[in-house]
């Protein structure tokens, strides 16, 4: 089945750009220059991936808004911050916000396409491996792994598709020190080590908003990280 790509750019030009390199991919693609214009079709129908600029138009920050509400709709629905800013706070506003991933327009398009094939590759592996049971127990950790759900003494934690990927990796041999390479290997993205960082404090306070006390994912100074038993 040919996975659906939503673009989310005010800039027409760029936006047709991304949509006829990602055609000749053999995805279907779907242009969106607003905020508001984007949230309407995704009501109706949501896509498998959405690529989302920060700026659209006259809201200065308004993909930050749509990846809020986007994510609230669709905890594991693969999201991708493709704008031009790159400062280290926007880079961090966007992954506490629920993204998979967030590049820069200065990225090539080879670049952009290998990493949109490979957050949609995870999903799918991560649906279709057949080498894991159905569930994953730790303690308190519940990990359904054909439906992409967490939970945590009972409770829902709503990860996405990376984070599910980070916590399944460390989950899956308690007290094994984990290196952000690993992470990233194990969630089959290429990041830099400031942005697993970044992603294991946001699941961290995912789980402390359930759990004040949660300290299950260690972290193994100049290591990496691993899951407490």
């Not at 995704?42 to 498998?48: A, E, Y």
């Amino acid at each position: 089945m040919t996975a659906t790509i939503a673009i989310v750019e005010d800039e027409r030009a760029i936006a047709e750009n991304y949509r006829d390199a990602l055609r000749r991919s053999g995805y279907r693609v779907e242009l969106y220059e607003s905020r508001p214009a984007a949230l309407d079709a995704f009501r109706q129908r949501l896509p498998d991936l959405a690529v989302i600029d920060v700026g659209l138009g006259a809201e200065v920050e308004g993909g930050f808004e749509l990846c809020r509400e986007l994510r609230a709709m669709a905890p594991t629905l693969p999201i991708l911050f493709l704008t031009a800013r790159d400062s280290e706070l926007d880079i961090i506003s966007g992954l506490r916000l629920g993204a998979d991933d967030y590049l820069t327009k200065d990225i090539s398009l080879p670049h952009m396409q290998a990493r949109i094939n490979a957050l949609l590759r995870r999903v799918s592996v991560l649906r279709d491996q057949s080498d894991d049971s159905e569930t994953l127990t730790q303690g308190k950790l519940e990990l359904d792994i054909s439906r992409l759900h967490c939970h945590w003494n009972g409770e829902r934690v709503d990860l996405t598709v990376t984070e599910f990927w980070i916590v399944h990796a460390l989950a899956k041999r308690p007290g094994h020190v984990k290196s952000r390479s690993q992470l990233m290997e194990a969630a089959r993205v290429v990041l830099d080590d400031n942005t697993i960082t970044s992603h294991v404090k946001r699941i961290r306070r995912k789980f402390q908003a359930l759990d004040a006390e949660f300290n299950a994912i260690a972290t193994a100074y100049g290591m990496g990280y691993r899951w407490r038993a």
